[in-house]
């Protein structure tokens, strides 16, 4: 405690990174805000109040806003369903392998987001493996196609966010006393029991940390339905990027990203009332 | 009863991680294809030429250059900046610190697009030329959080009574730093400038709108995606997965290792 005195230190220390962190994140947001409320073609822009453009954006894209926000959320539970048994796993029956089982599990991530969706275009393509199951097996019909469809961009978009589900979960998962759970089974809990009224609960900071972190660039993306996808999967992600860097509308381009914002804090401020308790977004 | 459970969770786990690697497993397989024709979607035959010559397409090892380079300056400096954050919010009370963890966090939050489009507009406005400085400074500015929580993390779980010990032995505080406080969270730093430059290396779309001119491995990837894809992006994308997961393989044997050596239990 002999650091209480020097005020000064903290400060010292932040300064580099939080002025980074001031001038390229807080002061861009800024600029976008300014951006939102402006008129004009490009490159000549003039602030002026413009709430029109909220309005005019809302309206012409409701379609890929609610798109994005239910591709996001179907991917969001499938990862979590396939996630949380195995981060369960890895926590309790990995034993000395833990580490290297978590490797296993973030190791597809090191080869390219680009080259991993260009793959699963691959996979799914009209005469990959997959599709020719599928009609063999009478699920889809002769002339079906995985590719270019909500499935497939779903597919994906699961596939890629993985890790931010797996990861959280594993980390509250492993922290977990395991003596707590033999209080409960000593207690006459059955294991069913004993892990819903213990593990689950104990786990759930992880489990709001994962979908948050599965959601938010989920609900952002736009490789996925770009690659895997047709403009009738486009996603509210693929509208933003459009307007920027094809027709250069920026103030519509801002204001849709600032609603963007705004649907997922809402989202995120429900689902966390939903899960309960203020603890909660510490953990995140 | 309870073998059975113990099984079909080992089996879903097992299906889980063929799940995870059934892409990766395509993409190797892809990097050993002899297309015909200029996408890589069918399997056309085996070859090892696009082994022989991994950046014979034009373009390819420009990018290559400067997807690293700038993975190596950002991850560089954002370790720096984001270590010296995490030592003042684990160590330090102080005012504004709830302030602080919220700028920290809030980053991680937003959705690349909007990050991306708003450093695009900060760009715009000042009138600054897009290209390897700006990718460079969009890198490092969403690398500080990712660098903050890792190291924090390692902090958090330091035993102050280490320093403690050193000063009572008459080290002044820059020797305690530098002699224990340094060596003992370095594998915290480490492992954040790993990951660093992990997610440098692969970020597409906040590099996609400060780009300008320039072009990185992933924005090539994309490009190339529109007109032809080379087996030769998936020799360098297979190249990168081995040398990253080489380099955790090893890091973990290496303190499995020192576990086992009974070093310092930190």
């Known amino acids: 405690m002999i650091h209480r005195r020097k005020w000064a230190i903290p400060y010292l220390l932040l300064a580099p990174g939080m002025a980074w962190l001031l001038v390229f994140f807080v002061v861009p947001m800024w600029y976008l805000a300014k951006m939102s409320l402006s008129q004009g073609l490009f490159p000549f822009f003039s602030f002026g109040w413009a709430w029109g453009n909220f309005r005019d954006a809302v309206s012409s894209y409701q379609t890929q806003f609610i798109r994005s926000g239910e591709y996001a959320g179907i991917a969001t539970v499938i990862a979590l369903a396939v996630s949380y048994p195995l981060a369960y796993w890895i926590a309790f029956r990995g034993g000395r392998w833990k580490n290297l089982f978590l490797l296993l599990v973030i190791a597809p991530f090191f080869v390219t987001y680009l080259i991993r969706t260009l793959a699963w275009e691959t996979i799914l393509s009209d005469n990959g493996l997959i599709v020719r199951i599928l009609q063999d097996v009478g699920i889809l019909g002769s002339d079906g196609r995985l590719l270019a469809t909500s499935a497939a961009v779903i597919a994906g978009i699961t596939y890629n966010f993985l890790p931010f589900m797996v990861l959280p979960l594993y980390v509250s998962l492993?922290?977990?006393?395991?003596?707590?759970i033999e209080a409960a089974e000593d207690l006459y809990a059955s294991r069913a029991r004993a892990f819903a009224r213990v593990t689950l609960p104990l786990s759930l900071p992880g489990v709001f940390a994962?979908?948050?972190?599965?959601?938010?660039?989920?609900?952002?993306d736009f490789i996925n339905a770009q690659l895997l996808g047709t403009p009738r999967q486009y996603m509210i992600g693929n509208v933003i990027q459009s307007e920027f860097l094809s027709v250069r509308d920026y103030p519509t381009a801002a204001s849709l990203s600032f609603v963007l914002m705004a649907a997922i804090l809402v989202l995120v401020l429900i689902f966390a009332r939903i899960l309960g308790t203020d603890r909660l977004t510490v953990a995140a | 009863m309870r073998l059975v459970r113990r099984h079909i969770l080992s089996a879903y786990a097992v299906l889980a991680l063929a799940y995870l690697f059934l892409p990766i497993a395509v993409v190797v397989l892809f990097s050993f294809n002899n297309p015909r024709g200029r996408f890589n979607y069918t399997w056309e035959g085996f070859t090892f030429k696009n082994?022989?010559?991994?950046?014979?397409?034009?373009?390819?090892?420009?990018?290559?250059?400067?997807?690293i380079e700038i993975a190596l300056l950002s991850s560089l400096f954002a370790t720096a900046l984001g270590t010296l954050i995490a030592l003042a919010l684990v160590r330090y009370r102080f005012k504004g610190s709830a302030t602080t963890n919220l700028l920290i966090f809030v980053p991680m939050t937003t959705p690349e697009v909007v990050m991306g489009a708003s450093l695009l507009t900060l760009f715009v406005n000042w009138r600054i030329a897009q290209g390897f400085g700006t990718i460079l400074i969009a890198h490092i500015l969403f690398n500080i959080s990712y660098v903050v929580v890792t190291v924090r993390a390692r902090l958090v779980g330091f035993d102050r009574h280490l320093e403690e010990a050193a000063m009572d032995l008459g080290a002044n505080e820059w020797v305690t730093f530098m002699k224990v406080t340094l060596p003992l969270i370095m594998p915290g730093i480490v492992a954040a400038g790993l990951l660093a430059f992990a997610l440098s290396i692969d970020d597409f779309v906040i590099t996609y709108f400060n780009?300008?001119?320039?072009?990185?491995?992933?924005?090539?990837?994309w490009g190339a995606a529109r007109v032809a894809t080379p087996a030769q992006i998936n020799v360098i994308g297979t190249a990168i997965f081995v040398?990253?997961?080489?380099?955790?393989?090893?890091?973990?044997?290496?303190?499995?290792?020192?576990?086992?050596?009974?070093a310092l239990a930190v």
């Open chain 2, 243 to 262: 040398i990253a997961v080489s380099g955790m393989l090893a890091n973990i044997l290496l303190q499995n290792f020192r576990s086992r050596k009974g």
């Open chain 2, 211 to 221: 780009a300008g001119s320039t072009v990185t491995f992933p924005l090539f990837v």
């Open chain 1, 210 to 220: 994962g979908v948050l972190l599965t959601f938010i660039p989920a609900a952002g």
């Open chain 1, 174 to 180: 492993e922290q977990i006393d395991h003596r707590l």
């Open chain 2, 51 to 67: 082994w022989t010559n991994p950046f014979g397409f034009p373009g390819l090892s420009a990018a290559l250059k400067v997807s």
